[in-house]
């Protein structure tokens, strides 16, 4: 009947996963480009690599998610370690806390 369709659903090829071994998410790409696939949905990071391969939509929904490192170059040493407690606030807002 009219609207009815299957649905197999996939969860990457070898061949993808071989050539990319470290992502799926790319190993994934790699399955549409490669025609295995007509569609792949999950929270995909767009790269050069992955663009080269095939088109994106626009994100279909935003989580707001980041990721946060420490500044390149930076030096650890046990008086900042201990003192990234303080450094929300400069002296004056401290004083003005305490």
């Given at each position: 009947?009219?609207?009815?369709?299957?649905?197999?659903?996939?969860?990457?090829?070898?061949?993808?996963?071989?050539?990319?071994?470290?992502?799926?998410?790319?190993?994934a790409?790699?399955?549409i480009?490669?025609?295995?696939?007509?569609?792949?949905?999950g929270?995909?990071?767009?790269?050069?690599?992955?663009?080269?391969?095939?088109?994106?939509?626009?994100?279909?929904?935003?989580?707001?998610?980041?990721?946060?490192?420490?500044?390149?170059?930076?030096?650890?040493?046990?008086?900042?370690?201990?003192?990234?407690?303080?450094?929300?606030?400069?002296?004056?807002?401290?004083?003005?806390?305490?």
């Amino acid at each position: 009947s009219k609207g009815k369709f299957d649905i197999e659903y996939t969860f990457g090829s070898e061949a993808g996963k071989q050539v990319h071994p470290n992502s799926k998410y790319t190993a994934a790409v790699q399955d549409i480009a490669d025609g295995l696939a007509d569609m792949a949905v999950g929270g995909f990071w767009i790269t050069g690599q992955r663009l080269q391969l095939t088109a994106f939509t626009v994100p279909l929904y935003d989580d707001r998610t980041v990721l946060v490192i420490p500044k390149p170059g930076n030096t650890s040493t046990l008086r900042k370690q201990t003192s990234k407690v303080l450094e929300p606030f400069d002296l004056l807002v401290w004083g003005l806390i305490i």
